[in-house]
């Protein structure tokens, strides 16, 4: 079977078990600040696991494309020199949300692995593990499944601490657990390796393929296991592992998906295809970058952005290795949309902004790699005895991305070598301070959690009728607040929108008789609406009727400034490209601000081009409307899903005439021609690859348009003229300034000719030299320039030191004729003079300028020249 038929017929056996078939999430996770990236089928199921999030079904089955590159997840070092490490694996899984448990799962495991209708493997081939004290688990395999003992391994704890086994799976350091048995293949005995719990068990022959977990406890932070009240089910099946096994090959770049990736890559490289380590790096890594960017992700100097950078330029590195001249990484970029294009439609659409920015970190990485080279020549030619130093060869793979086997064969051709351990020394010290800057972990028992979820009515009121269920004080649950305390209210049904997709939560008061609640921001947790603020008047107790009332002017200004993102978003991706991909976004009363990918600045002309547009679909007043569909019905209808969103089996589908179909939850003006008037005030870079668009809508649109006129009124009156002729005005003044410029400079230098006769006579003479310190006042550095240059040729053999107070600056400039530059350098004698006055400056070895903002030094930073002659000389 081919992988492609393996992935669909998994999908298809559980459908007909009655599981929801759930598309693969980004691997971007979801509001999830736990992970780096998706890494598991279940990240976007965590919710549900957690008790957080219900949806319409309880049994789910997905393919879920999955990147172990950074982080604790990181296999990034292995790849390319094991069999079935990999950067990018899509993970087969079948999930449970409290429907079925054990029986069950190990049912559905073995029927679909060893019926004919499905995979069809032999059953003998098949070992089983549990957790040591599992004898539910393991009395179903060997008494239901017929499971022979002998191929049954119960595996405790093999990690150092209670619960650390390969057969005990944790979400994290707390939350929902549970013990787990894992599949394996047996290879056949002419593959090295013991089965699974014996000393052999790292070799090829014995693969897990299937592991089923039970989550059945939650972990708190003491380490005592609650168990939960819906146990749940989460699988996993690499899909290139059981593809291995399938197509009868040990390693899974022999698999038929892998097989074209090589080919394309070798083509693209100018090599041999015959299993080199270096070219299945390359067809490893063109998976996750391809999929990485096409999620939304671009190469940047720290987070998911430096993994990105890191997976290319190891892949260039290796190119490189077998010979590649020039960019070749992006032209892999076509076969792996014709390998997994059908099944990822992202990488279709998204096929040449891959290329592109691929491209670009190839070029940029070919440059970065000759500076690195400069560098490390300079440090072989400093080096001190035969060995270079652990901490030179990590500069340089930290800050040029040289791997330390480059580093290694230009010491070997000088007859050196490297300082490995000193390296990995190094190695580890980055990857400690990793761990600990890693805002990656959270504990989830510390999180506000709610068991009610809170209707909401935002869209078409702004105020209501509702009770307290819940109230929060410092993050502890109590049963009132009190006059001046800061708290959280929790109600069952709210017209308060909650922070969410850019646009901030609303504010407004809750009322309760003679109490009242000011309401300054409003989130959301599982399903909850948490209303934060402080009680401004009386006491509010659990269970207690309030009155709901949003603030309705900042609401609507922020409802205009929300819709007309949607405009703006549409107008770039016609003006700028299908590229163009929403990579953040801030929504308030005041302004909108919207973050988006795109590798260079806006032209005017394009800037004015999207103000163009989206007043023109403002002023077409067409409907906003909306529709609740499921996702899949959604994206049919053209719908763009926005990044860092999660979003549910229904979603809401937002459409602004036939213009910006998007999905969004927040709160939108009721027709275009609400939003009045959009107006862009910047433009600029916020990081590698991504752009930030700030505008104006409405009346804050008209009030800055205004004020721009007011402006144009005062400069019209400045140069005497009118907003007509303001143009031609101010050109007349800048070519007026422009002549009177020059003829100051005219006169300067010939004040300064004229001082120059005078000053070369009270120059000292210094052991046959010349030399003059000199302050004046007033003068800039290009007219002490030229002066310098005048008193060179009236001294002859000289050192000059001019210094100037100009405009509450010191201006230096040094001078020294070529006869003495072997002795004495102007730059060597700027970098005093300009220290001695709080600054710096430097220069060629006859000419040197400088300054600083110690005034106050600068007669004894002239002073300095003389004894700078005595000792140089």
Not at 112 to 117: D, P, R, V, Y
Not at 477 to 483: C, G, K, P, R, T
Not at 679 to 706: D, F, H, P, Q, W
Not at 728 to 742: F, G, H, Q, Y
Request: a negative charge; hydrophobic letters at 40%.
């Amino acid at each position: 079977m081919k992988s492609a038929e393996i992935r669909e017929a998994f999908l298809r056996f559980f459908e007909e078990q009655g599981h929801t078939r759930v598309a693969s999430s980004s691997l971007i996770p979801g509001n999830d600040p736990t992970l780096l990236f998706t890494n598991a089928g279940m990240n976007q199921f965590k919710d549900c696991f957690l008790g957080q999030e219900k949806r319409a079904y309880t049994r789910a089955v997905s393919s879920q494309k999955c990147v172990r590159a950074g982080g604790k997840h990181n296999d990034l070092e292995n790849v390319g020199y094991t069999a079935r490490h990999h950067t990018f694996f899509e993970m087969l899984g079948n999930f449970s949300f409290g429907d079925y448990f054990k029986r069950d799962a190990i049912t559905y495991a073995w029927n679909f692995l060893t019926s004919e209708k499905w995979l069809n493997l032999p059953k003998e081939k098949l070992w089983v593990t549990v957790y040591a004290s599992d004898d539910e688990a393991y009395d179903i395999w060997t008494k239901d499944i017929g499971v022979p003992a002998e191929r049954m391994v119960r595996i405790g704890d093999n990690k150092g601490a209670p619960y650390a086994s390969d057969n005990f799976w944790t979400m994290g350091d707390t939350g929902p657990c549970g013990p787990c048995t894992e599949i394996f293949y047996d290879h056949g005995a002419d593959i090295w390796g013991g089965p699974p719990g014996s000393p052999e068990e790292d070799g090829d022959r014995y693969i897990e393929i299937w592991n089923n977990v039970f989550m059945q406890f939650n972990r708190t932070a003491d380490g005592v296991l609650h168990p939960l009240p819906a146990p749940s089910v989460d699988t996993g099946m690499g899909l290139e592992r059981i593809s291995a096994v399938l197509q009868h090959v040990h390693s899974n770049y022999e698999i038929d998906l892998f097989q074209s990736l090589l080919i394309a890559s070798a083509k693209a490289i100018g090599c041999t295809n015959d299993a080199q380590a270096s070219l299945k790096v390359v067809a490893d890594h063109i998976r996750s970058c391809g999929f990485l960017i096409a999620d939304g992700v671009l190469p940047s100097n720290e987070g998911r952005g430096y993994v990105l950078r890191r997976i290319i330029r190891r892949a260039c590195r290796h190119g490189n290795k077998l010979g590649a001249k020039g960019s070749f990484f992006y032209q892999i970029v076509a076969a792996l949309v014709a390998e997994m294009g059908e099944a990822f439609p992202e990488l279709k659409s998204q096929q040449a902004h891959i290329e592109r920015v691929l491209k670009a970190e190839e070029e940029q990485f070919a440059k970065t790699l000759e500076q690195g080279l400069k560098i490390l020549e300079q440090d072989l030619a400093e080096l001190k005895g035969d060995v270079v130093p652990g901490d030179v060869v990590f500069k340089l793979y930290d800050t040029y991305g040289f791997p330390m086997d480059l580093t290694g064969d230009i010491a070997r051709e000088r007859s050196l070598t490297i300082d490995e351990e000193g390296f990995e020394r190094e190695m580890e010290a980055q990857r400690v301070r990793a761990r600990s800057a890693s805002s990656f972990g959270m504990d989830y028992n510390s999180l506000v959690k709610v068991d009610v979820a809170t209707e909401f009515t935002g869209y078409t009121a702004h105020s209501g009728s509702a009770k307290i269920v819940a109230l929060y004080k410092d993050g502890q649950s109590v049963d009132a607040l009190s006059e001046g305390e800061e708290g959280v209210v929790v109600l069952n049904q709210t017209p308060f929108y909650a922070e969410s997709g850019g646009q901030i939560g609303d504010c407004g008061f809750l009322q309760a008789g003679a109490a009242r609640f000011d309401v300054r921001d409003t989130t959301k947790t599982g399903g909850a609406f948490l209303h934060h603020g402080v009680l401004d008047s009386g006491s509010l107790i659990v269970g207690a009727p309030v009155e709901t009332h949003v603030d309705a002017d900042v609401r609507h200004a922020t409802s205009l400034n929300h819709s007309a993102t949607h405009l703006l978003h549409a107008a770039l991706r016609q003006v700028l490209g299908e590229h163009v991909q929403q990579k953040g976004s801030l929504v308030d009363s005041q302004r909108l601000r919207f973050d988006f990918s795109h590798f260079e600045a806006i032209k005017p002309e394009q800037l004015k081009a999207l103000e163009d547009i989206v007043n023109a679909e403002i002023r077409k007043n067409s409907e906003v409307e909306t529709e609740e569909t499921d996702i899949e019905t959604a994206k049919q209808k053209g719908a763009m899903a926005l990044f860092g969103e999660k979003y549910g089996d229904s979603v809401r589908v937002l459409s602004m005439g036939d213009f910006s179909v998007e999905l969004c939850g927040g709160i939108h003006a009721t027709r275009t021609g609400d939003i009045g008037l959009l107006k862009i005030i910047s433009e600029g870079g916020v990081a590698s690859g991504v752009r930030r668009i700030e505008a104006l809508t409405g009346a804050a649109a008209l009030a800055y348009l205004n004020t721009a006129e007011e402006q144009l009124k005062e400069a019209a009156n400045l140069v005497k003229g009118s907003r007509d002729n303001l143009i031609d005005k101010l050109s007349a003044v800048l070519e007026r300034n422009r002549l009177l410029e020059k003829q100051l400079e005219q006169l300067q230098a010939k004040a300064a000719s004229a001082a120059g006769d005078d000053l070369s006579a009270s120059a000292l003479d210094v052991k046959g030299v010349k030399v003059l310190a000199v302050r004046l006042d007033g003068q800039d550095g290009k007219a002490l320039l030229a002066l310098v240059d005048q008193l060179k040729n009236k001294l002859g053999r000289a050192v000059i030191l001019l210094g100037s107070l100009h405009e509450e600056k010191v201006v230096l400039v040094a001078g020294v004729t070529k006869d003495l530059t072997g002795q004495l350098k102007a730059g060597d004698l700027m970098k005093q003079a300009a220290a001695a006055v709080g600054g710096k400056g430097g220069g060629r070895p006859d000419m040197a300028q400088g300054g600083g903002i110690d005034a106050g030094a600068l007669d004894a930073a002239l002073a300095l020249t003389v004894p700078f002659v005595e000792q140089g000389l």
